[in-house]
């Protein structure tokens, strides 16, 4: 039997009334309800750029992951609701990682057991943290269980197989694509056809068989280039030409002065041929430049894109 998507069919039954109930009727003369949520959805999203303020290597990983399982979720034939839900927790997945101490955070090499012990603590702490938000319910899943396996082999409650939430095994699949495919400061990021290898081997093990043989068997290996190495649509990921660290450009960004929130190294950012490029200026950047830049038009497009698909089932 397929398990649960959410921790309980009463929940899913609740939240699908809820959204529901702020569909947007074009015949409608009050519009109140589309913009409550919007409202609520942008707010949920928005928590994700915690993340990347707190870690700038995040770097469009958030996006890449949530784009990742929302393209499984549309290839397994999900339904919209299921797939929005698929984004949207991918999205905000690694929210507790903000409070993991500096030395764990940012540590270069492998982790020491005790470190690992404090890591293995993101899961439950972004779910606390989400608790008390309005569509909390609807990422809890995800960011609790994406690190979970179906041998029980997972963390933070080791649960197996069916047990774990079906939205938290497609994000942990996703999200480990995109950690094998993504340079890290020591190494660079695997080709694609590899890391499909590697998860392959893992079927049943680490990963959910049924979600390795969607993405084996249902993704081409070229759908996926839109989104690997990107941090938004028609985005790719810049590097900083100083320490090489990944920098993710916000919607919309045209030249002007930036900044390496990895190094502090101040930049410029050029148009040369139509594409932008970024040139160091020997200067180190300002505490005005080092400032994080909410991505906040991807948000308005990302909850434009949910809203009506979360206010509908089939
Ligand atoms: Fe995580």
Known sequence: MEARFFEGDAMFH???????????????????????????????????????????YTAGHLWRVSQLARLLAERAGLSPQERAYCEAGGFLHDLGKVAMPDHVLFKGGPLTPDEFEIMKTHPTVGAHMLSPHALGSAVHAAVLSHHERPDGEGYPQGLSGASVPMVARVVGLADAFDAMTSDRPYRKGMPMGRATEIIRAERGKQFDARWVDVLTDKVRIHELAHIVGHSDEGLPLASCPVCQGPLAMPRGAGPGMTACRICGAELEVVKTHGVLDLRPTGRKASAEQLQPQPDLA????????????????T
């Open 298 to 313: 991807l948000i308005e497009v990302m909850a434009r894109g949910m809203a009506p698909y979360a206010a509908c089932r």
């Open 14 to 56: 609740t939240l699908g009334r809820w959204f529901r109930s702020l569909s947007y009727h074009p015949s409608s003369s009050s519009h109140a309800p589309v913009s409550a949520t919007l409202g609520a959805l942008k707010s949920l999203l928005g928590l994700a750029m915690v993340v990347e303020a707190r870690d700038p």
